[in-house]
T-cell receptor, first 113, second 111 residues
């Protein structure tokens, strides 16, 4: 158990809908990262938040947005969903500091029908 | 952007054999990390490397940070069935964001 929690575990929805994925980082970690994993693309970095502020952006679509709240949990919002958005979405967390060690949650499997 | 080439893509070995896999990049990284992912689960950090030339072990796993800082290697000795999974390398720029991941090596161990 990495200490990172994600809900829900599974999510099935229809095209055009909007969903929210939730992540709680390890106790004491200030940074939260979101990744998308699909079969053909591997692990793709989406976005990072550090202590409530956006720190870095990767290949995140404009239909996707995220935020980190004062209690450090984070939410990833996916809107106008398309079939191609079906994937595993992982949250990871790390302590602020020099090193890059990121600890991953169990993921949310999103299926768009 | 930065890219990592991880090889081999997949490996089929017999229980008890040793395994080697590697990652190479055209860019320099300041940190190399190795993760293992079981089906339907999140990646689990196995080993973290911070200095060029560094050799670090974690049980039967040994990883090395290449001296050029453009590559890293992971060895698994005396493989067992629970070693089955996907192994990912990741390179970090030295600040606290943007790991770049390889596409993974799928390891299958035949008992």
């Amino acid at each position: 158990d990495s200490g990172v929690t994600q809900t829900p575990k599974h999510l099935i929805t229809a095209t055009g809908q909007r969903v929210t994925l939730r992540c709680s980082p390890r106790s004491g970690d200030l940074s939260v990262y979101w990744y998308q994993q699909s079969l053909d693309q591997g692990l793709q970095f989406l976005i990072q938040y550090y202590n409530g502020e956006e720190r870095a952006k990767g290949n995140i679509l404009e239909r996707f947005s995220a935020q980190q709240f004062p209690d450090l949990h984070s939410e990833l919002n996916l809107s106008s969903l398309e079939l191609g958005d079906s994937a595993l979405y992982f949250c990871a967390s790390s302590v602020a500091g020099l090193y890059n060690e990121q600890f991953f949650g169990p993921g949310t499997r999103l299926t768009v029908l | 952007g930065q890219q990592l080439n991880q090889s081999p893509q997949s490996m089929f070995i017999q229980e008890g054999e040793d395994v080697s896999m590697n990652c190479t990049s055209s860019s320099i990284f300041n940190t190399w990390l190795w993760y293992k992912q079981d089906p339907g689960e999140g990646p689990v950090l196995l080993i973290a490397l911070y200095k060029a030339g560094e050799l670090t072990s974690n049980g039967r796993l040994t990883a090395q940070f290449g001296i050029t800082r453009k590559d890293s290697f992971l060895n698994i000795s005396a493989s067992i069935p629970s070693d089955v999974g996907i192994y990912f390398c990741a390179g970090g720029p030295g600040s606290n964001y943007k790991l770049t991941f390889g596409k993974g090596t799928l390891l299958t161990v035949n008992p």
